[in-house]
C-alpha cells in the first residue's frame, strides 16, 4: 500500500474547509506546528521502508492498546 495523500478528519470538519476552498479556487493546505518534531507511532510489528524510518516510532504495545492499558509504549 501506497500512501499518498492523509486527511484526518474531525466531525467532517476537513472535507467541508476543502471543498469550500476547492470552490473559491484555492487549495487549503494547512500547516502543523512544528512539524519537525512530530512523528507516527506504529506498532512493533510494523515494518517501514527506509524512507520512513526517521519519521517514525515504532515501539507501541499492541497487546496494551487492546488491555485498554496507559502505557502502551516502552
Not at 500500500?1 to 476537513?14: E, Q
Not at 469550500?20 to 512530530?38: I, V, Y
Not at 507516527?40 to 510489528?45: G, K, M, T, V
Amino acid at each position: 500500500m501506497r500512501l499518498s495523500l492523509l486527511a484526518v478528519d474531525t466531525h467532517g470538519y476537513t472535507y467541508v474547509g476543502m471543498t469550500l476552498a476547492k470552490l473559491l479556487g484555492f487549495d487549503l493546505c494547512p500547516q502543523l506546528r512544528n512539524m519537525a518534531e512530530r512523528r507516527l507511532y506504529l506498532p512493533r510489528s510494523i515494518t517501514l521502508p527506509e524512507s520512513s524510518e526517521r519519521i517514525a516510532v515504532t515501539n507501541v504495545s499492541e497487546p496494551a492498546i487492546a488491555k485498554g492499558g496507559t502505557s502502551c509504549c516502552a
